[in-house]
């Protein structure tokens, strides 16, 4: 009982955080091992930053939800569109389609005359396995972000679980991503007619480590089938992306609350 209740519980600390970022680093099955299929529905409250590396607050609401067939295909906001191969409780793997919404360049004064980033879907694959209860491994990379359609990310991470109670649930989770020189361009990047068109000196920010994140989450199961989940995330930029003229903050903390059901 209590390992069904830790992967129910993580999975709507994990749909919070998704929903609040409006994409997905990591897929994340929604479902303990012994339901082999059912979905969550939510909604988080997010308090974060205009984008990544702003000192500007953005506080958003934001709608989820995620279904999981019992055939290995799955569809939602966080996941976004995919299949997982593997049968087996303690690993997954697999191939999926997801959304990099990009950047408007009304968000800040600071992105103006920079241009939007357009929403483009990006196509990757994912493995996570869980090497011992309550702890999660994962990877996954995503391509096809930016207006040239040439982004990609890498990430990798580890979560680890535990109940605190018969209703309550303590996760926390470190993650790393690394990106190619064509997403560093795009999102934290100045090209010779940006910087004529701002107030941004010109820069070209290679391939490398972007960031790393570290989260904590809270979740209380109101009953059965609904959840309430708070989450804490810190995020510090690396490399080219930590010295980009766009940056004002070099870390930055979220705050997310979210209440999910699971049907």
């Known amino acids: 009982m209590q390992k069904v209740f830790a992967t129910i519980a993580c999975s709507f600390a994990l749909t919070g955080a998704g929903l609040a970022h409006a994409q997905s680093d990591f897929y994340r099955p929604m479902l303990p091992p012994s339901v082999a299929q059912g979905g969550t529905v939510g909604i988080a409250l997010l308090a974060g ?16 939800i995620e279904y999981q067939w019992s055939n290995g295909f799955f569809a939602g906001a966080m996941n976004g569109l995919g299949y997982n191969a593997s049968t087996r409780p303690d690993r997954a793997y697999g191939l999926r389609v997801t959304a990099d919404f990009g950047r408007k360049e009304s968000r800040s004064p600071v992105l103006q005359g920079l241009g939007d980033i357009q929403a483009r879907p990006t196509v990757g694959a994912f493995f996570n396995i869980s090497p011992a ?12 972000s930016g207006n040239d359609r040439n982004g990609l990310v890498v990430d990798v991470g ?63 199961l109101l009953t059965k089938e609904w959840s309430l989940a708070g989450s804490v995330s810190y995020t510090e930029l690396l490399g080219g992306a930590r010295v980009s003229p766009l940056v004002r903050e070099k870390a930055s903390t979220t705050g997310t609350l979210a209440l999910g059901y699971s049907f």
């Open 49 to 64: 930053r205009d984008y990544a590396g702003s000192d500007e607050s953005r506080t958003r609401l934001l709608p989820g």
């Open 133 to 144: 209860r309550s702890i999660r491994l994962s990877s996954s990379f995503r391509y096809g």
């Open 158 to 220: 580890a979560g680890w679980g535990i109940p605190l109670g018969p209703q309550l649930f303590l996760g926390t989770s470190i993650s790393s991503s690394w990106a190619n020189a064509a997403y560093q361009q795009t999102y934290f990047g100045v090209d010779a007619a940006q910087a004529s068109r701002s107030t941004l000196a010109g820069y070209t920010p290679g391939a490398g480590a972007k960031d790393i994140r570290a989260s904590a989450s809270l979740v209380y």
